[in-house]
């Protein structure tokens, strides 16, 4: 399509047409997609819950007149018949500092450069983790093989193959003399090869799988999955199909990898932007679930010599009650009978009262004076990315500024201009739970 007009931001910043602020208010396309959380599919780090609500992916700030990227990262196009539109939304902090996150989180390593990928494509980081999030996935389902699931055969004819069927035999040899037997045998589950399948598939038209490094056995894995998948014909799997599938315990670690290759799928296809009619297709990266991933596995890496162990954070309460709700704080951590309580906030921190969100605030306070009635908490608070050029020191004290062996603190890992900067942040955790 000829008429192409591109948007760019980086997320929880302004964006921008043709190298300045979009200030018009009723920015058509803007407009349209600023909602479209829901009709854009949003890749999934992790099975946890999260008590967070979906952030518009654009809004109009009116303190500063113009429009807004939230706090997603990713690709979205929309056509409106006439015109093809796109925004590109990148890391605030720069891609380096992205992959730092995901090696964290992944524990892979993803420091090699930018320079190894030979593209002009703004967005190639983000489709090259999605690309290894894949990877990953698949090595660690694959450990005993392909899965595979018992079928049976119904033989008919004049010698036993397997397990002679007495009832169905009395019938068919009075018949013509034949009898039926059942026999058993393993084949591979053809939907989960059909989806993997298809997800590779895609991963190398889109994503660009091919220029990742994978392992020579992950190669050869990828080499039977997609012989096989070509030979089930390109079936159609449908939505009544993958949640249909059923693991057996040896195969369990497949469900994930199927999971993460039905997204891929969906955000492809639009899906279900075109069984609504809709224009939109895209994908999107939650970066707030990304540094609440990162922060919890930071925190639990760096505490785990120390004995605190991650537990997990979804609670009841009022469990009797019509008004009962679930408190899911992001890390709880627990150690002889003591708890610590963070929530990670993907938000603006320089040190200045307006920096921390009152809801923000009150709701961590909530946190932990429900923790207090199940143990002590040893140390409870709010965990920002910080920009390295702020100097001010961890702000800690005792809760509520009383007397008190709760530590609240508002801190986080240091965000510099080429890594993130743990050690401040980590002595400090250290220094109080040791």
Sequence with gaps: MANKIEYTAKDCLEVIIKGKTVKKTDDSFLSHIKDSTKNIYCYKLSKRERDIEPDPIVYYDYNKSQWSAGRYIGDIQYSDGRKLYS?????????????????????INLTEGKSRFHTDNKNI????????????????????????????????????KGKLLVKPSIFSYCKDRTIISRSYEKSYDEKVIAIISSAYRVLKAEYNFEQLSVSPNILNIISDIDSLGHTLNNQCITESDYHSISYHPIYQSFKELVDFSWQILKSSTGMDNQSKGLNVSGY?????????????????????????????????????????????????????????????????????????????FFQIHTYISYMQKIG???????????????????????????????????????????????????????????
């Design 284 to 360: 999107l990266i939650d970066m707030a679930e990304v540094w609440e991933c990162y922060v919890r596995s930071l925190v639990q890496k760096q505490l785990k010599e120390y004995g605190w162990k991650l537990i997990d954070s979804t609670f009841t309460v009022y469990e009797n009650s019509f008004f009962r709700r679930r408190i899911i704080p992001d890390i709880v951590l627990f150690k002889d009978g003591e708890y610590c309580v963070f929530d990670a906030k993907y938000k603006m921190m320089e040190f200045r009262n307006c920096d921390v969100d009152r809801e923000d």
């Design 125 to 160: 980081y983000i489709k090259l983790l999605v690309s290894l999030i894949w990877s990953q996935k698949l090595a660690e389902a694959s450990r005993h093989g392909l899965p595979r699931k018992r079928v049976f055969n119904d033989n008919k004819g004049y010698s036993v």
């Design 376 to 434: 002590k908490v040893k140390m409870a608070g709010l965990l920002y990315p910080i920009k390295n050029e702020i100097t001010q020191e961890s702000s800690c004290s005792p809760l509520f500024g009383l007397k008190d062996n709760c530590q609240f603190i508002i801190d986080g890992p240091n965000i510099g201009t080429e890594s993130l900067i743990k050690d401040r942040f980590i002595d400090v955790l250290k220094r109080t739970l040791n």
């Design 87 to 107: 925004l590109t939304i990148l890391p605030r902090f720069g891609d380096k500092i992205l992959m730092e996150m995901f090696g964290e989180i992944f524990k």
